[in-house]
């Protein structure tokens, strides 16, 4: 398996611009995970599904963000508008979550730069 | 609330030496407990998974213990090398959800 694939791996953006961040998961994997890393803050979860449900959002951050998961191979995270302050480094992992074994996968991430 | 914590937030250390990574977590009630490496500009890979049933795994010169009733675990790094120079992070799994709560982690520098 190709692991968990990100994509754009950079991205510059004006502000005001809308920003889609993608990504694959791992095949099989029932649960996927986005992160935002900064040096202020670290790891934060953003939101997270199981079975391509959102189960958990409360850590996205403003109604700017956006997330949705419409089928068990893709996922997008949305900014709209993006400002400055969400420039950080999007991470997304995915685990199988059947039981409680599972251990995560990230991907390579997304470095968001919004000047 | 779960907290992660870590300590030291950074260490540097002459090549060769042993040394040990410290994780402390605030509620015990964890799945499992892992630990990740982090490379700059890179993402994240994992080391080591410890459940919450066992005491510790091992892998190379890695050794991860697990006390969950105290709210640790350590991370010990044998015969440390200059590729080792990276930040180090553990994240809890929380009982009766589906995530990880990361630490803040250690950022180790191995001196060649």
């Known amino acids: 398996d190709a692991g968990v694939i990100q994509s754009p791996r950079h991205e510059v953006t004006e502000m005001g611009q809308e920003v889609t961040l993608r990504c694959k998961p791992i095949s099989g994997h029932n649960s996927l995970f986005w992160y935002r890393q900064t040096m202020m803050r670290g790891l934060e979860l953003l939101i997270y599904?199981?079975?391509?449900?959102?189960?958990?959002d409360s850590g996205m951050p403003e109604d700017r963000f956006s997330a949705k998961m419409p089928n068990a191979s893709f996922s997008t995270l949305k900014i709209q508008p993006s400002e400055p302050r969400d420039s950080a480094v999007y991470f997304c992992?995915?685990?199988?979550?059947?039981?409680?074994?599972?251990?995560?996968?990230f991907g390579s991430g997304t470095r968001l730069t919004v000047v | 609330k779960q907290e992660v914590t870590q300590i030291p937030a950074a260490l540097s250390v002459p090549e060769g030496e042993n040394l040990v990574l410290n994780c402390s977590f605030t509620d015990s009630a964890i799945y499992n407990l892992q630990w990740f490496r982090q490379d700059p500009g890179k993402g994240l890979t994992s080391l080591l998974l410890?459940?919450?049933?066992?005491r510790e795994q091992t892998s190379g010169r890695l050794n991860a213990s697990l006390d969950k009733s105290s709210g640790r675990s350590t991370l010990y790094i044998a015969a440390s090398q200059p590729g080792d120079s990276a930040t180090y992070l553990c994240?809890?799994?929380?009982?009766?959800?589906?995530?990880?709560?990361f630490g803040t982690g250690t950022r180790l520098k191995v001196l060649a």
């Open positions: 599904f199981n079975n391509n449900v959102p189960i958990d």
């Open positions: 410890i459940q919450s049933s066992q």
């Open positions: 994240a809890v799994w929380v009982s009766g959800t589906y995530k990880y709560i």
């Open positions: 992992a995915s685990s199988e979550t059947t039981g409680t074994s599972g251990g995560y996968t």
